[in-house]
């Protein structure tokens, strides 16, 4: 039982942190996005795809 509750931590704590980590690319892209910067660019600094970064971009805007 103690083992499943660990796993459960770990995994929400994982989880928390690949949000954060989400919510920190979305606001340099919209950053370096007004900067002018090309999708290329932005996905080649943060190391994401330039699908990733489009979507990213995308919530901005809703």
Not at 12 to 24: P, S, T, Y
Not at 33 to 39: C, E, L, R
Not at 46 to 55: F, H, K, M, P, S
């Amino acid at each position: 039982m103690q083992d499943n509750i660990e796993e459960y931590a770990e995994k929400r704590a994982q989880m928390a942190v690949a949000e954060a980590e989400r919510e920190n690319n979305k606001k340099i892209v919209v950053k370096l996005s007004a900067k002018g910067m090309s999708v290329e660019e932005i996905a080649s600094i943060l190391e994401i795809t330039e699908a990733q970064v489009r979507e990213l971009a995308e919530k901005r805007s809703a």
